[in-house]
């Protein structure tokens, strides 16, 4: 996928395809049903999406590569071609991708292996803890003698080290290392088979065998058209550790190939038996750096060369592009510990990828993904987003997040995730869940259409970028040992992640360059500039680095020589690929030296950068990220946004003189945007809160217009209340805590439900249930032998009209209500077809108690259930009571008010004084997705962001005014018991706290508008 892109399409940005949409992780969790899929397909299309990537996920029972699966697939696509979506596939059932969810590991041969590093010499059959990936360590007993070692230690250092046979006895003052190959063990994640031999060509042969191939042979005319990528998830190989200390006696381990010796010795002429325990100590001569260097390098050759540039190459070969992205990109020692180096895989994909989880902003995970895009010559970067952020993640946040991704390169958005069904572990799947499960589906255009005309933008001509930063992962190897290194590793990283946070805060662009990738994209005499691939630039910056490449070294010199500008954070590396070298310090005499400093470093890069943003009083702002396009046609693309709190009122000031058009993502329109010229630099008055952007088209001239004054509201009064609501649902009480027994025995305490799940396993002596689990697909059912009764008490202040009861597997429960059995007969659905609804007759004022009786002991477990209807809801700690019905609220949290669980839409009807001059309508502090606002019966826009306004139409007298606080469900389906108050891995795990981070009291999340709405008059700045 080459940039192909040379000018601005007015026409695509008013109307955007679905190339430039976002495409969802799409959670095939269930039993799959044919027109349920092409009906969620078509939600899709209404919520602006441009398709979405077909990705099996936890709870799939349908069989992964069956008949069936690739005849829904089929369906799927015959579909979105009708809808004119685009269907993109995923290569693996559930993650990390090479296993073909078992299929391909038929053969324990090609099973993911480790050396097991011990000081213990083992024997035959010793059943010892073994690492898995998604899981707790399993036994294992089988494994093979690959090499012993007899260790002399001197002041914590390695002096000597000595091969030896395995039956070697110490001596005094020796130590004793061995080393034993295991295959991992067989593990749930992996549908009781394991990951793949990633080090290993012909695993990865095996898994495109049963997957790429598969597909290619029913969908191969599609490749590249309407199935345009395959997305890979995060394949890694095993985590290779390091001992803590020289004396540590905790077993180690390393991920290994049977191989890996053999390319080892061809590749450096030398044993890598002989160099090992190098890698794990530090060495008293020091030789530990080239031994760990060498070892690094190779390790990450093997594992590119088997998956990524193997799949890759198929891609290519087969028309369609490789995307997604590696596991642990954020830092360096991560990198080195799971996949070497990200950079080196990620330039074999089409579409180069991130995964940016948790509503973190790693700027150099996206930035490694970015520059290898640029430096290929790619078209754009996906970014697999809002993963982890749970229910009550708001637009506000979709779009800082996207923004700045978009400004640091992300063309392709892969929002996380929307499920095709929500019973059982598959609710726990990572939320929040796109879709029709949350209330604001109808909505979400709002933010794709902004995505989409801000990617026809940004793929617009060629990224203009003057500025390399050097790459220093492969530093941190040369230091990846044991814990006396660790000052080394953090100020690697620190001076890393700080080159870039400085570069990209102070509004100057700047691309990475791996030095494995620099290695074969470019050679010396291409040109003036630092030329990688398709980049060219005029300034090069090493940060803080102990190690370079000796073909690096030659280059920067060369561009040196040429005049280019070389500047060094810090002193010299003193190694070269991992030996002792002054050749660095001797290249450095020619180059600018200076600390690490940010406002020095600044200063030495002045002279490239393109953009700065001021604020009043003449400082650079912060928090601020930006791309600039340039057009073959010489006009420029400009978008520059917003990610934290700051001063709003700023001055973007571009070298170059400019006539500057606006380019409104919300309706499409381009239109003049007032500037001034100061000598050579166009200035632009610009308003950037907090999620803001501005997105400009620069054509060569002068300024058409100059700025007017900017318009503020300020406050001319606040809406009274409490004010009438509606409510688009029915009420909701959550019934997640329950007395309980087994197969008719006496009744126990009560207790959480999945808590209580795994109390009856217990009881029952089965395992207990987590996220880990094989897929249903891949298991036999078991038998339900056992019978579990769950008894709630309900407590009503209040009688009630007629209740519904939303319950999964509801056909299988007998229900029994003040011992009264209820007819199951199925009354629709509840968000999702998996909780179904049943009847209920009105509840007096009293305390009632109800009886639930399901099969037990098979693969299914025990989750809450909800009681729907108009009622209202006090919670008190753990204890609950049916209220009133809520007819009115106050401006504050709603759910003190008779709503605690709701997670559905709410309408406050209310008025206000419209005149014959414009007004509009503020709220500062709402805790919804985002606020729709309807005046005099009709919608006039929404409140999604900062400032937190909408304007408000001229009328005369009093005009009606209705705001729609769209609602989330994470008081209805989120962690309602995890007090925990740093918390952010919203996974199956956040519903299973222990300890400290548990309450039985409800813990719930503030919702509805906080404070009174402000009705605003127009003024000036």
């Avoid at 190939?257 to 010795?265: H, L």
Wanted: charged content about 25%.
């Amino acid at each position: 996928m080459k940039q192909t892109s040379s000018g601005f399409d007015m026409d695509q940005f008013r109307a955007p395809s679905s190339s430039y949409r976002g495409a969802p992780f799409w959670a095939w969790n269930g039993r799959l049903d044919r027109d349920r899929l092409l009906h969620q397909l078509r939600v899709f299309k209404a919520m602006g999406l441009g398709g979405a990537h077909l990705h099996p996920r936890t709870g799939m029972a349908t069989p992964y590569m069956g008949g069936e699966f690739l005849d829904l697939v089929q369906a799927c696509a015959e579909e979105n071609d009708r809808l004119g979506q685009l269907t993109w596939l995923y290569d693996e059932d559930r993650w990390p991708s090479g296993f073909a969810g078992g299929l391909a590991m038929e053969d324990e041969a090609m099973w993911c292996r480790h050396l097991r590093i011990t000081r213990r010499r083992l024997q035959p059959g010793e059943k010892l803890p073994c690492p898995v990936h998604h899981g707790p360590p399993q036994p294992q007993d089988r494994r093979e003698f690959a090499a012993a070692w007899r260790l002399v230690f001197k002041d914590g250092f390695l002096a000597e080290s000595v091969l030896v046979p395995e039956d070697h006895d110490a001596e005094p003052g020796d130590t004793l290392l061995f080393a034993y190959v295991e295959a991992e063990p067989a593990w749930l994640w992996f549908n009781n088979r394991q990951y793949a031999d990633t080090l290993n060509p012909e695993a990865v042969r095996s898994f495109i065998r049963h997957t790429h191939e598969r597909y290619a042979g029913r969908f191969g005319d599609r490749f590249g058209r309407s199935m345009p990528a395959i997305f890979t998830d995060e394949p890694l190989f095993r985590g290779n550790q390091r001992p803590a200390s020289w004396d540590d006696e905790k077993d180690c381990f390393i991920a290994w190939t049977g191989t890996f010796p053999d390319t080892y010795r061809e590749r450096f002429g030398e044993e890598v038996w002989d160099t090992l325990p190098a890698v794990l100590f530090d060495c008293t001569d020091g030789s530990h750096a080239r031994a760990r260097w060498r070892f690094h390098d190779h390790h990450t050759d093997r594992f590119v060369e088997a998956f990524a540039a193997q799949i890759g190459a198929w891609c290519e070969s087969h028309g369609i592009a490789l995307t997604g992205h590696m596991m642990f990109e954020a830092s360096l020692e991560d990198q080195t510990r799971w996949v070497g180096e990200a950079m080196r895989s990620l330039r074999h994909f089409q579409l180069p990828g991130i995964d940016m989880l948790c509503d973190a902003v790693e700027l150099s995970t996206a930035k490694q993904a970015q520059s290898v895009s640029r430096q290929l010559g790619r078209n754009g970067v996906m970014s697999e987003l809002y993963g982890v952020t749970n229910w009550d993640f708001p637009f506000a946040g979709h779009k800082r997040q996207g923004d700045w991704q978009a400004a640091l390169g992300v063309t392709l958005r892969v929002p996380h995730l929307t499920w095709y069904q929500m019973g059982g572990e598959a609710k726990r799947d990572y939320p929040a869940s796109f879709g029709e499960h949350v209330p604001w589906w109808r909505e979400y255009a709002l933010i794709e259409d902004h995505f989409a005309r801000v990617a026809v933008a940004l793929k617009s001509g060629k990224p203009r970028c003057r500025l390399a930063v050097i790459h220093p992962v492969e530093s941190v190897w040369t230091v990846y040992g044991p814990a006396a290194s660790e000052p080394q590793r953090t100020d690697l990283e620190q001076g890393f992640q700080n080159t870039l946070l400085w570069l990209l805060d102070g509004m100057v662009d700047a691309d990475l360059v791996s030095e494995s990738v620099l290695a074969g994209l470019s050679t010396e005499g291409q040109g003036s500039g630092f030329r990688v691939g398709e980049m060219s630039y005029d300034a090069v910056v090493l940060p803080p680095m102990l190690t370079i490449r000796r073909m690096t070294l030659q280059r920067l010199n060369a561009f040196s020589l040429a005049g280019g500008r070389v500047i060094l954070l810090g002193s010299p590396p003193a190694l070269v690929e991992g030996e002792a070298s002054g050749e660095p310090a001797s290249a450095a005499a020619g180059w600018v030296r200076l600390p690490c400093s940010r406002r020095q470093l600044l200063a030495a890069v002045e002279e490239v950068r393109d953009v700065a943003v001021l604020k009043p009083n003449g400082q650079p702002a912060s928090g601020l990220f930006y791309q600039m396009r340039e057009c073959e046609d010489g006009s420029r693309i400009l978008f520059v946004c917003r990610t934290r709190p700051g001063e709003s009122d700023l001055t973007l000031r571009v070298k170059g003189r400019w006539n500057v058009l606006s380019l409104n993502t919300e309706d499409g329109s381009c239109s003049s945007r007032g500037a001034t010229m100061e000598g050579s630099v166009t200035s632009v008055p610009v308003e950037l809160h907090e999620g803001g952007h501005a997105l400009m088209l620069l054509r060569p001239g002068i300024p058409s217009e100059a700025p007017g004054p900017a318009r503020r509201w300020h406050e001319r009064t606040r809406l009274d209340g409490p004010v009438p609501v509606s409510l688009d649902e029915d009420n909701v009480l959550v019934l997640d805590r329950a007395a309980w027994r087994l197969d008719g025995g006496d009744w126990r305490d009560e207790m959480e439900v999945l808590r209580l799940d795994n109390a009856a396993r217990s009881a029952l002596g089965m395992p207990p249930r987590h996220g880990e689990i094989a897929q249903p697909w891949a298991v036999p059912p078991a038998p339900d032998s056992h019978r579990v009764s769950l008894r709630y008490s309900i407590a009503v202040d209040a009688g009630t009209g007629p209740l519904r009861l939303a319950l999964e597997d509801a056909d299988r429960a007998e229900i029994r209500l003040d011992g009264v059995v209820l007819a199951v007969r199925p009354d629709g659905y509840w968000v999702d077809s998996a909780f179904q609804c049943v009847a209920v007759s009105p509840l007096p004022a009293g305390e009632h108690v109800l009886e639930l009786t399901w099969p037990f002991g098979g693969g299914a477990g025990l989750e809450a259930c909800y009681l729907l209807g108009d009622f209202g809801v006090s919670v008190s700690g753990r204890h609950v009571r049916l209220t009133a019905p809520v007819r009115s609220l106050a401006w504050g949290d709603w759910t003190r008010q008779g709503l605690p669980f709701y997670g559905g839409n709410v309408t406050y009807h209310s008025e206000y004084d419209a005149g014959d001059i414009p007004l509009a309508l503020r709220i500062p502090h709402a805790r919804a997705a985002l606020v729709g606002v309807s005046a005099g019966g009709r919608r006039v826009g929404s409140i999604s962001r900062a400032p937190w306004e909408c304007g408000l139409p001229a009328g005369n007298g009093r005009m009606s005014l209705d705001l729609c606080a769209f609602g989330t469900r994470v008081n209805c389906f989120g962690q309602l018991h995890n007090c925990a108050s740093n918390y952010r891995w919203w996974g199956p795990g956040s519903w299973r706290t222990s300890g400290d981070e548990w309450s039985d009291e409800y813990q719930l999340r503030p919702a509805g508008i906080l404070v009174a709405p402000q009705v605003c008059v127009p003024g000036t700045k």
